[in-house]
């Protein structure tokens, strides 16, 4: 069935470095939603590209999706302490209700 | 406006109890999805319910079930629970955009078997 797989699993990194998480799809997506956790927290909603090529900026926050609609990127510059979390993406492409999210990466923001 | 509320937070159950989960969604929001979240699994679809009928249902056994009443509130019910079933349920709500839908999570229910 579909699947969505999203790489790294963990990432260690120093306070004030850079941080980026792929997300893969089998298949053409119609969109892709980004979604943080934090922990202990449940997922909460960061943005969703649904152009091919669309690149979003969130402050720091870096969203893109691929030309061909089945992958998608997430960078943060500059990491703080606060972006410790797990970071999903989801494929929308259902309009009923269902997303499909790929297995997430931890951030780990040391100070 | 109120964001989508879950009760109970957390629940404690023996194996073979049954249990029923409440998700009350943002006002408005006629559709609530519900999913499990486990560390070996991640978050897995279990089932939406919009106009209190179920569009979609994921690769759960069928003692998972749901249901959704008039005022779109929803709950989810296990039966004869496994050590397996323990995990983060969440519930989300979905706001229906021009182009596509969001969804907004509730803080979850913790359910855990022993």
């Known amino acids: 069935g579909q699947q969505v797989m999203q790489i790294p699993q963990y990432q260690h990194v120093q306070e004030g470095e850079d941080f980026t998480t792929y997300c893969n799809s089998s298949t053409t997506l119609s969109n892709i939603q980004w979604y943080k956790q934090r922990p202990g927290g449940h997922p909460v909603f960061l943005i969703q590209l649904v152009k091919s090529g669309e690149v979003k900026k969130q402050k720091r926050l870096t969203f893109q999706f691929g030309e061909a609609k089945k992958n998608s990127s997430l960078h943060i510059t500059a990491t703080q302490t606060t972006d410790v979390g797990t970071y999903f993406c989801?494929?929308?492409?259902?309009?009923?209700?269902?997303?499909?999210f790929g297995q997430g990466t931890t951030l780990q923001v040391k100070p | 406006k109120a964001g989508v509320t879950q009760t109970p937070r957390y629940l404690i159950k023996t194996r073979g109890q049954q249990v029923t989960l409440s998700c009350s969604p943002i006002?408005?929001?006629?559709?609530v999805s519900w999913y499990q979240q486990t560390p070996g699994q991640g978050l897995q679809f279990l089932f939406e319910?919009?106009?209190?009928?179920?569009?979609n249902k994921g690769n759960f056994p069928g003692r998972f079930s749901g249901r959704q009443f008039s005022n779109s509130r929803s709950e989810m019910n296990v039966s004869t629970l496994e050590l397996g079933d323990s995990a983060l349920y969440l519930c989300?709500?979905?706001?229906?955009?021009?182009?596509?839908?969001?969804?907004?999570f509730g803080p979850g229910t913790r359910l855990t078997v022993l």
């Open positions: 989801a494929d929308g492409s259902s309009n009923t209700g269902k997303l499909i």
């Open positions: 319910y919009f106009s209190e009928t179920q569009r």
């Open positions: 006002s408005g929001h006629r559709s």
């Open positions: 989300a709500s979905t706001f229906r955009g021009q182009i596509t839908d969001t969804q907004y």
